[in-house]
Structure formats: C-alpha cells, structure tokens
C-alpha cells in the first residue's frame, strides 16, 4: 500500500492478504502505507476506502492473535497538491503531520492489537531536530485516545548501525503512558540499503550491524523494534539472516519485534527479499523466519507399509500448524513437524488427529517424541491411533520452575 501513484485499490496499489503469513505462525504484521493515500487533502478526514482495507487487515490479523503495526510512508514528508513539503522545515506541514497522526490514533483508539509507527525512515535532519515533533505527534495521538504502542523511527533512515552506547539515541521522547518503543532497520548488504545490487559479504554482518543498539538498549532501558531487515535467497544471505534472528531471540529483554521485507502479492519472482512463495515453494527466508517463530517440533511416524498419513497437529483446542503429510516409517527415522508459537508456562493439552489416509481405517500414526522441556521420548507415546488421535500433555516449567505436580 506505499508504493506507486493513484487511488485505485489492486491497480494502483496492492491491498495485502495476511492470510499466508498467519497461517505460519507470525504474529506482527506491518502494513507500510503511503501517506498520500491515508490522507489525499492534508488536515481533513482520512480516506475511507483505505481506513477500510486497514481495518480488514487488522480484523484478519486479529482474528490470530496478531498486532497489526500501521506504517505511514512519508520519509519525513508531507505532500499537498503535489509538492512535498519537509516536516522539519515546514510548519503547515508538521501542523497537518500531526493531524494526521492524532486522526489515526482516533481511527484505532479501541483497538488493542494496533500499534502506530510514526513515520517511516526520515531522513533530513537528527534525531534531536525531529524529537519535538515526535512529542507533539505522540500528544496528539494519545489525547485521541489510543492506548497502544508508538514506534519511533530514528532518523537517517532507521539505520540501526548508527545506535550504540557511544552514539546514542537521543532523551527526550515524552509519552506520558510510557508505551513508546525505538524503530530501527537494518539489511545485510554492504552499503545497508536493502537493494542487494552487491552481494552479502560476511555470515555475522547483521549480528555486527545490531550489536551496537542492543547494548544502548540494555543500558537505557528503551526497547527496539527492528521494523525491517531481510536478506537475499543466497546461501550466504540466508545464513546471515538466520544468525541475525538468533541473535534476535537471544535478546527479548531488547526487541519488542521484527518485521522481515517484503512480503505480498507485487513483488516479482526475482525481487531479491521476495517472501510469498514462487510456484507455491517456501522461499528460504521465510523458512528461516518460521524456525524463529517454532522452534518446537514433533517426530511423527507411521507403519511401514502405509504410503502416507494426513494428521492436523492442536494444542489446547487450536491448530497450530499446517495439516501434515506423514510418510516416514517407525523403522527408520521419524518425520519433524513444526508447532507454530512458544508456549507459556503451565500445562498444555497436544493432539495429534489423523483425519485422512490413503491406507486402510486401522493405520496408525506414531509420536515419538518432542522437543519440548519436560516431555521424554517414552513407549507410552506408541499407544497407536486406531481411533484417529494421540493426546499427550506438554508441561512448561515457569521462571522460578515449576508447575506444582503433574499435568492431568
């Protein structure tokens, strides 16, 4: 929805389809959105027909336990009739900024799954220069009543290379509900620009290119959201990208998200960071982000002499993960099957359902084990599933351990 010219929705512009990404597990989704498109006539009303795709947008991810982060594209801008005019610079302009902003926060006051990026990537001026209009921008937007987290871009274009205890970002950001949080972007490639015209040169350049904020957060207590990073399908790019990402979950106490570039229907098959499938394949990036999003796995199997058996995998009730296609034998090694989500501390119910085969009604699906803490890989789990279903329990200790007694 931020790129191109015009208003017509899937001609001019691409309404993005969460449903892919949701049905893998991710529970951010940031929708960049042009700022000429929210609000054609600065200082009046929002558009409806976009407010509208925002909303069904917001409702799908929802719907799956997901927070939508809205993203005005305007690079520190904001046009009218045309002509840009620099926030920084322009008092009309930061006037109709703020406007803009305070309308948005009206538009999503009760919903508790939005957060509201401020702006993406200014660039014209320091940080110092654009943190007033920041505060005015963040006063605005929680006198309209909306309670949810604002992400502050930092300027020369979010670099996250530029942020360390010795470069930091600047005090200063008022929010009175204290629910503010530093947006940084970084991509793998060697001038950072996230165009990939030069290849990655080294597997460790995010986790150099990140190592500098994580310490400045930790140090001032304000946490990150790495609003974009991604990487090229190359070896050497997947790699890099997946050491980023564990540095990333190495970190919770430092980042509040990441999103990764660029998913949706527009981007060509030979865009370098393209992340919806080609010819219904998994791109290797995105196989990368979902290891992040489940690392949890199950090892199922099933009797040598059935071809294949079709089971749904439901924790407390809920499938969380896609149906499987089981063929591996219980005589040889078993088949992994990724549990989309990290589980909270206490006692959780697991099902494995067979609900389709191409063998006879007596086939059998076997688990022989999990990754999960506290779950051993034990005979009990052979108990077979004539009547289509193995449950077993999952028992997540919590901070201080435990869980008193056994799951039941």
């Known amino acids: 929805m931020e790129f191109g010219r015009g208003m017509k929705a899937q001609t001019n512009y691409a309404v993005p389809d969460p449903a892919y990404y949701l049905q893998h597990g991710v529970q951010l989704v940031r929708v960049p959105v042009q700022i000429d498109r929210l609000v054609p006539d600065p200082g009046h009303e929002l558009n409806v027909a976009v407010l509208q795709e925002l909303r069904g947008i917001v409702a799908a991810d929802t719907a799956a336990g997901a927070i939508t982060v809205v993203d005005p594209h305007g690079y520190g801008y904001m046009n009218k009739d045309g002509h840009p005019r620099d926030i920084l610079t322009d008092q009309s302009g930061r006037a109709d900024y703020v406007d803009l902003m305070r309308r948005l926060g009206q538009a999503f006051a009760g919903d508790g799954h939005v957060a509201l990026g401020l702006m993406n990537e200014p660039h014209a001026g320091g940080d110092p220069a654009y943190i007033p209009i920041w505060n005015d921008a963040i006063a605005a937007i929680r006198q309209s009543g909306f309670h949810g987290t604002v992400l502050v871009p930092h300027a020369h274009w979010s670099a996250a290379s530029d942020i360390s205890p010795a470069r930091p970002f600047p005090d200063g950001i008022v929010d009175l509900q204290r629910n503010w949080v530093l947006e940084l972007h970084s991509y793998l490639d060697p001038d950072g620009t996230g165009t990939y015209r030069q290849a990655v040169l080294s597997p460790d350049i995010g986790v150099s290119r990140l190592a500098g904020a994580i310490a400045w957060s930790r140090q001032s207590h304000i946490r990150i959201f790495l609003g974009e990073t991604g990487g090229p399908a190359s070896p050497i790019g997947v790699t890099a990208l997946a050491n980023m990402f564990s540095q990333v979950a190495a970190a919770p106490d430092v980042f509040w998200g990441v999103a990764l570039w660029g998913a949706g229907p527009w981007w060509k098959p030979n865009y370098p960071m393209r992340l919806d499938p080609i010819d219904h394949v998994m791109r290797p990036q995105m196989a990368v982000l979902e290891h992040q999003i489940a690392p949890e796995q199950v090892y199922l199997a099933t009797d040598p002499d059935v071809p294949e ?12 993960a896609d149906d499987a296609h089981v063929q591996a034998s219980r005589l040889q090694g078993p088949q992994a099957v990724p549990v ?69």
């Open 340 to 408: 989309m989500g990290t589980l909270p501390p206490g006692c959780h119910v697991m099902q494995v359902v067979v609900h389709q085969s191409n063998a006879s009604n007596a086939a059998r699906i076997y688990l022989v084990g999990s990754t999960w803490k506290d779950r051993r890989n034990s005979d009990d789990a052979f108990a077979g599933s004539n009547n289509g279903n193995i449950t077993f329990h999952v028992r997540i200790p919590g901070k201080d351990d435990v869980i008193n007694g056994a799951c039941h």
């Open 309 to 320: 058996v079709v089971v749904t995998i439901r924790l407390d009730g809920r499938a969380v």
